[in-house]
């Protein structure tokens, strides 16, 4: 897209934005949220799409109303197979048969005599349709002026205003770093366990190739004794930019020291626990409060008393009211706005320190599984995340793994161990794992500290196998030695079949499959324990009711006895979760 710009766009070239995707990357869903594709494709085999796309194909076939969509499409092929341009020819009778519209011609070019001799042609006149297809696109109202045309018929009235409990005031520079206050910003997370500083003795990619998410392996020294199904908790930081960002915004010297003194009166259970009473605005805005939070309405209604246009303080108290609980989340909320987003559409608010301090949650510790123990401390693995958020606002860096993976070996975090004694591998014993993604990796651990006079079956879930397998050689390693006894494996996008001949896209189909009966035979017979590690609404919940369905289909009991059952295991802890949101 770069080149494209860069070549044809002269003066005009910030009129395009687009983004360059591959098709493993995609969902088929996603077509449904474009209005404008560019397609590039070539054909394969007999008229076959390519392997790259064959799996976002096959999802294709779902879409029966593409109406909404304008496409350009240029076919790769060769004479010398038989089905010249198949695979194109038959998504462009696909998309014109959903009543997608074609805004440029399609064409088809020949690698027997040279694929330049169409290509270059049909690119270089792509430039001017494209231009003007876009310019034919409804261009959607800026956030401000939406926020300017609110009709406010009554602003709403404030009972009180905004009670601060800080009195805050500035004392000179003031030179300190991280730790300062750490069992403070830690309470109450640690009360039963004390932080430890931790180094970080290694990192490691387990994924290599951008079409995935990008997954790493950190290893870290610890102080505390861990066990396989440990977690622990992490201080992450606000990113040094978008700190540095606010403190100009707030028009603030970062290292300034300051003082908070408790107003008289205020009942010190009103007083936040993380707040540090002596610190620098630098130092508090990165460690102690949240600021990509979404405001809550004391914020707002905070803020609106700290502008100094009548209008700007009408619409934030406006947000904050009841009968604006539509907007807020319409306008707001559902465009995942935070803190120097706000302020930057409201640019005569210029709220005080003490204010932000009071109303901005605090950063909270994020808390990670153990995948393995080692001599020097343990490992854990998590994925790079970037929030998606509105289409109008730009995605969102992920505030502990893009920091995480900012830092380098022999830097310093501060940890403390998280009881989760509900997650602990059942030893001596038979074992049922189950995990999707990064939810493999406590399983690692479990594996280890197996012998082979254990039953452990392994259920894992990855997108692609040769992409973003994480730990396959170890899990061969363990398969090999005999501490691990059955593996099965599912891939959402590729189509991998077993020995057996069934290929399956999640673990809850693996469930639902030919293994399902002997699964189900270990958790009855066997009395197996049943381990779920992954995400809580699509994981987690689609395991429960896949084996409530084994259940139902191999033992002759009801749904509802059923669902008794694992209830009772899960009481009892044979039915153990490590889940997330």
Same mark, same amino acid.
């Given at each position: ?36 594709? +560019? ?49 194109? !020819?038959?998504?462009? $009778? ?22 330049? #001799? ?11 349709? #494209? ?50 206050? +750490? ?15 931790? $180094? ?5 990619? %387990? ?44 028009? %603030?010297?970062? =290292?300034? =020291? ?11 259970? %009103? ?5 540090? #009473? ?10 102690? +409060?949240?600021?990509?939070? %979404? ?78 123990? $080692? ?20 995605? #969102? ?59 452990? $079956?392994?259920?894992?879930? !990855? ?119």
């Amino acid at each position: 897209s770069s080149g494209i710009n860069a070549e044809y766009g002269g003066e005009q070239r910030e009129q395009l934005i687009c983004d360059l995707q591959v098709a493993e990357a995609l969902e088929a869903s996603d077509l449904m949220k474009e209005k404008m594709v +560019v397609f590039v494709v070539s054909s394969t085999g007999e008229g076959d799409p390519p392997d790259n796309f064959e799996s976002y194909w096959r999802n294709m076939q779902s879409l029966e109303d593409l109406s909404h969509l304008s496409f350009a499409l240029l076919g790769l092929g060769d004479t010398n197979y038989t089905e010249y341009g198949g695979f194109p !020819n038959t998504l462009h $009778t696909f998309l014109t048969e959903r009543a997608a519209k074609p805004f440029y011609e399609y064409q088809l070019a020949n690698d027997a005599v040279g694929l330049e #001799l169409v290509v270059e042609p049909w690119i270089a006149g792509l430039w001017e349709p #494209l231009l003007r297809q876009i310019s034919s696109l409804p261009r959607e109202e800026s956030l401000s002026a939406k926020l300017a045309a609110l009709s406010i018929t009554t602003v709403p009235t404030v009972a009180a205003p905004i009670k601060q409990i800080y009195n805050l005031e500035w004392e000179g520079e003031w030179e300190h770093s991280f730790p300062h206050g +750490v069992d403070k910003l830690l309470r109450p997370f640690s009360d039963s366990s004390p932080f430890y500083p931790s $180094t970080i003795l290694t990192m490691s990619a %387990l994924t290599s190739d951008d079409r995935v998410k990008q997954t790493y392996e950190l290893g870290i020294s610890v102080d505390a004794s861990y066990g396989p199904g440990d977690s622990f908790g992490l201080l992450c930081e606000n990113s040094d930019t978008e700190v540095t960002a606010l403190l100009s915004r707030l028009s %603030l010297a970062p =290292h300034e =020291h300051y003082r908070l003194t408790v107003v008289e009166g205020v009942k010190p259970r %009103l007083l936040p626990k993380h707040i540090l #009473l002596e610190c620098t605005p630098w130092y508090a805005l990165k460690y102690t +409060v949240d600021i990509h939070s %979404l405001p809550k309405k004391a914020l707002l209604k905070y803020l609106a008393e700290c502008c100094e246009e009548q209008k700007e303080g009408d619409v934030l108290q406006y947000l904050a009211s009841k009968e604006g609980s539509s907007d807020l989340n319409e306008l707001i909320y559902s465009r995942g706005l935070s803190l120097l987003e706000l302020l930057t559409i409201f640019p005569s608010c210029h709220p005080g320190l003490g204010g932000l301090l009071q109303f901005l949650p605090r950063l909270n510790p994020r808390y990670y599984s153990v995948s393995r123990i $080692t001599q020097q401390g343990l490992k854990f693995v998590f994925n790079l995340i970037t929030n998606t958020r509105h289409p109008a606002t730009p995605p #969102l860096p992920g505030v502990c793994s893009s920091w995480l993976n900012s830092l380098l070996p022999g830097a310093t975090l501060y940890t403390y161990r998280r009881k989760n004694d509900s997650f602990i591998p059942h030893l001596p014993g038979r074992m049922i794992l189950i995990g999707a993604g990064t939810g493999v990796s406590p399983f690692l651990g479990f594996l280890d500290a197996a012998s082979t006079s254990d039953h452990v $079956t392994l259920i894992t879930g !990855n997108r692609y196998r040769a992409l973003d397998s994480l730990y396959e050689r170890e899990f061969r390693e363990h398969l090999s030695s005999g501490k691990l006894s059955v593996w099965h494996r599912a891939f959402s996008r590729d189509e991998v079949r077993e020995e057996g001949g069934e290929s399956w896209r999640y673990v809850q189909d693996v469930i639902r499959g030919s293994p399902g009966p002997e699964l189900v035979k270990e958790i009855t017979e066997n009395v197996a324990s049943v381990f779920v590690c992954g995400d809580a609404k699509g994981l987690a919940a689609g395991v429960w009711e896949a084996l409530i369905e084994g259940l139902e289909l191999h033992t002759g009991r009801s749904r509802e006895e059923s669902e008794w059952y694992l209830k009772e295991m899960r009481t009892v802890k044979r039915y153990c979760e490590n889940i997330w949101s």
